[in-house]
Structure formats: C-alpha cells, structure tokens
C-alpha cells in the first residue's frame, strides 16, 4: 500500500506534466510576433479607370432648315429632340474651333476630373452662400436627398423646388424633408416635351428617360420645361440656383435655356452632364454650351464634362 505522501506527491507530478502536454499542444506556433501598424489602415482608394466613350459622327445641316430667326431644332434616335447651336451661323468660327478643341480633349481632360471631383466634391454644396431666405432654388433629380439635404442646411433658401419622378424616390423625399416647410417635393421631371415613361418597380438606382422604352413597370412623368417655369413664375422672380443631376435632362434644360429669355433669369446654372447612348451628342452638346454659356454667365467652378457651375455675369 502506497504511502498517503507518496500519493500526493505522485498526483502532482501527474497534474504538472499534464499541463506541460496540454500547453505545448495548444500554444504551438502561437508565439506572439512584432506587429508593424502602417501610418494609414485605410486602402487607398484607386484611381477611375479612364472613361471610353465613342460619340456618333456629327455632321450640321448643309441649309438651315428652319426658319429666320429660330434655332434648328433636330430629332433624336430615342425620340428626343435637340438644338442644333453647330449648324449655320449661331457659333462663330472661333467658337466652333473652340468645340472642336474641347470635343477632342475628352478622353485627356476626364480621368483628371474625376481626381480633382474626388478631392473638391463638397464644392458643389457648399459654394452657394449667396442663398438667402429668399432665394429660389430648383433641384432637378433629387433622387435620395443627398444634395437637397447638404444645401438646404447650410443656406435654407425661402423656396428650394425639388423634381424627382421616380414614385418609390418621390416618397422618400417628401418624407425626408417632412419638417422643411421652404422644400417642395415634385413628383414628375423635365425635358424636351411632356411625356410618360415606364421603370421596373425594383429600380433602386437613378433613373434616365433616355434608356430604351419598355411598356411595363411603374409609370413616370415628365413636363415640358416651360411649362414647368411658368408653373413657379420664372419670369417673375428669379431662380438664383438650379442643380441638375437628372440623368440627362440637363441638355433639355440647357437648350430651353439658351434659346429663349429665361437664361436672364437663372443666376446660377450647376449642372452634372451625363453621357448616355440614347442622348444625341452629350460631348459635342456640352462643348457648344461652354461656349454660349460665357455670353451671360462665367464659370465659378468646374470638373470638367463632371460637375460645374456658372454665375451671372
């Protein structure tokens, strides 16, 4: 018979080497290391590949089909319809080579735009300090609020109008901005002409009337751009803001703009230019405007065929 001593000194001898096994097995390879923290945890964010987009050869009319006085006004393959500022007479010959330059100077200027938006993008919101409580502002594309929202609560002009078609967009808007008493939620876009529109209820990005036509989801609509302008009396008090991010309905705005007397009456004109392939000539269009845009206005600042802004001159 062991002795009691013996027995504990034995059970204890059996404890320590079965912790000596157990911690051998479990910490293998486990032995801490010297960790390196960079200076930066956060992935830098890579550069946009450069954009590719081949624009449709253009060509002006050969003779002013329309009449004295009038712009020409020419069809698009999606149904709409734009001005044609390249034909006859109403560029000059400077400012037409002023185009061409800027056309070809696309695919070098944009990957620099895209850097210089990523590095300045609040400037689109917070460049506007000349809104006063009564100040007019139209959002045109108010899609989530984002934009609606950083310019309102800066400035908080008397009437900030927004116009946003899409009905599931719509709501969230009107419910986003429940409490602004100066913000007025429309549910309809602008463009050319009146017209409705169908979109797949599940939509949940942006949503472009120039995409090919589908006769089922939900229903949109869209007003002529005068007509809208008459609606809030354009001519009667001015709009010191419109912001355009309307997946296209910004060359609509702008030729409505540039051919009648309302261009008077918008003291700023900031607009996003989408290129898109049912819109005719987004490039070439966006260059005639550079130069029309200087007669009555001048640049405060500008992405280049990103984002810009134009004041009153």
């Given at each position: 018979?062991?002795?009691?001593?013996?027995?504990?000194?034995?059970?204890?001898?059996?404890?320590?080497?079965?912790?000596?096994?157990?911690?051998?097995?479990?910490?293998?390879?486990?032995?801490?290391?010297?960790?390196?923290?960079?200076?930066?945890?956060?992935?830098?964010?890579?550069?946009?590949?450069?954009?590719?987009?081949?624009?449709?050869?253009?060509?002006?009319?050969?003779?002013?089909?329309?009449?004295?006085?009038?712009?020409?006004?020419?069809?698009?393959?999606?149904?709409?319809?734009?001005?044609?500022?390249?034909?006859?007479?109403?560029?000059?010959?400077?400012?037409?080579?002023?185009?061409?330059?800027?056309?070809?100077?696309?695919?070098?200027?944009?990957?620099?735009s895209y850097d210089a938006e990523l590095i300045d993008r609040n400037i689109r919101y917070t460049s506007h300090s000349y809104l006063t409580q009564q100040s007019v502002v139209i959002e045109a594309g108010g899609h989530r609020g984002i934009d609606t929202g950083e310019i309102n609560s800066r400035f908080r002009p008397g009437y900030y109008y927004v116009l946003e078609p899409v009905p599931s967009f719509y709501n969230l808007l009107v419910q986003k901005f429940n409490e602004s008493k100066n913000v007025v939620v429309f549910n309809f876009g602008i463009d050319s002409s009146d017209g409705t529109f169908h979109i797949q209820e599940s939509s949940n990005d942006a949503v472009s009337i120039f995409a090919p036509r589908n006769e089922t989801g939900e229903k949109i609509y869209i007003v002529d751009t005068t007509k809208f302008f008459e609606k809030i009396s354009v001519r009667s008090r001015d709009v010191d803001l419109i912001t355009m991010d309307c997946e296209g309905c910004e060359y609509a705005v702008l030729d409505r703009l540039l051919t009648t007397d309302y261009i008077r009456h918008f003291r700023n004109i900031q607009f996003q230019p989408h290129r898109i392939d049912r819109i005719c000539f987004p490039l070439r269009r966006y260059c005639w405007y550079q130069e029309l845009l200087r007669k009555t206005h001048k640049l405060s600042f500008q992405f280049k065929f990103l984002w810009e802004n134009w004041k009153q001159l």
């Open positions: 018979m062991m002795e009691p001593l013996q027995m504990r000194i034995t059970s204890l001898v059996c404890f320590v080497f079965g912790l000596v096994i157990y911690f051998n097995m479990t910490h293998k390879n486990i032995t801490p290391k010297e960790t390196h923290v960079e200076e930066s945890y956060i992935t830098p964010r890579q550069p946009k590949p450069k954009e590719v987009y081949a624009e449709e050869s253009y060509e002006p009319l050969q003779s002013m089909d329309h009449y004295p006085n009038t712009f020409p006004v020419r069809h698009c393959g999606s149904n709409q319809t734009y001005v044609d500022f390249g034909s006859g007479d109403i560029l000059t010959d400077e400012q037409k080579a002023n185009v061409e330059k800027c056309f070809s100077s696309y695919m070098d200027v944009i990957q620099d």
